[in-house]
């Protein structure tokens, strides 16, 4: 009976409360970093590019989804 109240209490206080941890800023930039103002990494557009890595997962995913399809066909097809 703990169990079952205890997992979902915990459950919601994580989702919950969980949203308030950040990370820190990013520190200044050095006097001489060569621009003519400070402007973070995101306003310049740098950054990490996602798209590639996006793609290279949804790949993966679907060739786990298809290798598990053709799994279960093949089992249902020989019972």
Known sequence: MKK???FPLL???LMLFGQDVF???APAPPD???GGSNVTAT???GGAPIGSGLFVLL???GLYG???AYQHFKKQKEA
């Open 59 to 61: 790949g993966l995913a």
């Open 4 to 6: 079952k109240i205890l």
């Open 11 to 13: 459950f919601s206080a």
């Open 66 to 68: 298809g290798t598990k």
């Open 32 to 34: 001489s970093h060569g």
């Open 23 to 25: 990370a820190q800023s």
């Open 43 to 45: 306003q310049s557009g």
